[in-house]
């Protein structure tokens, strides 16, 4: 019997699992799950490794009743006994809404890894494997306790709440632009140099999937909310100008929303910063807290949605959306 920590690794696809087609000239998804590990070398002295393939998809095809299904799979993987810690490998352009649908729906003190790749196997520099040895380390330290789900890029250690990718093609493209990483990964050492205050827990193992995110512009009028409400959505999300503010053509549209039962979160269109009640004129942020808009202090609007996309299979009362909402923000 072996005495190394056991690590699974589920496998849904990505860049991480992606060649180059001759017939195409294009990166499609190829590599199968062993042979992306024949390249991660000298694991075998530091893991045990379990391969669970889940999907060899790219991230844009992920759903987001998929990262329910996938949720599922990891939070029965990470209850076995013999599990140290599980790594998800997913595709980039989407990883940062996976790795937070996961930990907010997933209580567990075992680390949780979620991983990709910036370059495919058939480029130079192909950094899959490097982040998967990075991965791999970060999970077997007893020091990635109880700090909820990670990503590991590029030797950097984030937390899935806070990150987000800032560029479309550098390897260090995995930020957390408000605070910055949680730690490094060094010399095959995970080394942490600060903690999340408050996590939050959403017991629910469902999504509803009928969530709209829009982004605020200049003379925006309330159409595309019209559209939405009209279409039966059950929540929308508006990336709103600055600290908190809407063109004020836009304000018949979300009372309408809500005098329909459907939640408005407001989040800001900036890259950091949180929303505050701070303007009192029309379409100001105090206004808009007036009439029920919910604050979704310093989330980008791709998470804020996916929050409440898992708010919204638990309850549809106004109310109690704003408090499971609001809950541990800041």
Do not use: W
């Not at 000298?42 to 987001?64: G, R, Y």
């Not at 939070?75 to 599990?83: G, L």
Request: include cysteine; charge should be negative.
């Amino acid at each position: 019997m072996s005495s190394l920590n056991k690590v699974a690794i589920i496998f849904t696809g990505g860049t991480i699992s992606m060649k180059i087609d001759p017939r195409i000239h294009a990166a499609i998804p190829a590599l199968s799950s062993e042979e992306i590990m024949a390249m991660v070398t000298n694991i075998e002295k530091f893991a045990e490794i379990e391969i669970i393939n889940f999907s060899n998809i790219p991230s844009p095809h992920i759903t987001p009743n998929m990262m329910i299904d996938l949720a599922m799979v990891v939070k029965e993987t990470i209850n076995r006994k013999d599990i140290t810690g599980v790594i998800v490998t997913h595709g980039t352009d989407t990883l940062e809404e996976t790795a937070y649908l996961l930990d907010l729906i997933i209580h567990t003190e075992k680390p949780i890894i979620v991983v990709g790749a910036m370059r495919n196997s058939s480029e130079l520099g192909y950094d899959g494997s490097s982040n998967l040895s990075a991965a791999i380390c970060t999970a077997i330290s007893k020091k990635s306790r109880n700090k909820g789900v990670l990503v590991v890029m590029n030797n950097e250690v984030n937390d899935a709440s806070e990150v987000t990718k800032t560029n479309t093609l550098s390897l260090d493209t995995f930020k957390s632009p408000e605070f910055g990483p949680l730690g490094i990964v060094d010399n095959d050492e995970v080394i942490y140099y600060r903690d999340i205050i408050s996590r939050q827990f959403i017991d629910t193992e469902k999504i509803e999937n009928k969530v709209a995110l829009i982004k605020c512009v200049p003379g925006m009028e309330s159409d595309i909310l019209d559209f939405y409400i009209d279409s039966s959505y059950k929540g929308i999300v508006i990336e709103a100008l600055g600290r908190g503010n809407i063109p004020p053509t836009m304000i018949p549209g979300i009372k309408k929303s809500i005098s329909n039962n459907v939640p408005v979160v407001m989040v800001s269109r900036c890259p950091t910063g949180r929303v505050l009640d701070t303007y009192g004129y029309d379409g100001g942020g105090k206004h808009l807290r007036e009439i029920g808009v919910i604050f979704g202090s310093n989330l980008p609007g791709q998470k804020a949605r996916i929050k409440l996309m898992l708010i919204l299979s638990l309850t549809n009362n106004l109310e109690k959306i704003k408090e499971l909402f609001e809950k541990n923000l800041f």
